[in-house]
């Protein structure tokens, strides 16, 4: 069994567990109201705490600073050897722009 696997179990059991005893205090005992209470009281806490440290963290991180739009560099052409035998130009390809695309609507 690797580590990954026995941690998984062991999520798996303590769930369980949880579920049981939370059951059992609901159910049975003589706190049912307070165990509502409680359980109410810790995920409404819980789920405001989070809000409070995003909130926290939205109002202490500086704003990020504008990065500089730079125009799209072109690569080094590559040297070729001048007027060698068999050296031959070869005419550069031309790239096709991307026309827009215009949707006809259908009706």
Do not use: H, R
């Not at 579920?19 to 405001?48: D, E, M």
């Not at 722009?97 to 006809?104: D, I, L, Q, T, Y």
Request: net charge negative; hydrophobic share 45%.
């Amino acid at each position: 069994m690797t580590k990954d696997q026995l941690i998984g179990a062991l999520i798996l059991i303590g769930s369980i567990a949880g579920i049981v005893i939370y059951g059992w205090l609901v159910g049975f005992s003589p706190w049912p109201v307070i165990t509502v209470q409680v359980t109410a009281f810790l995920g409404i806490a819980a789920i405001l705490a989070i809000l409070a440290w995003i909130g926290w963290t939205l109002a202490t991180t500086p704003a990020p600073t504008p990065i500089e739009e730079t125009p799209l560099e072109t690569p080094a052409e590559e040297e070729k050897p001048a007027g060698g035998e068999g050296s031959e130009e070869e005419a550069p390809e031309k790239k096709e722009e991307a026309k827009p695309v215009s949707k006809k609507k259908s009706g």
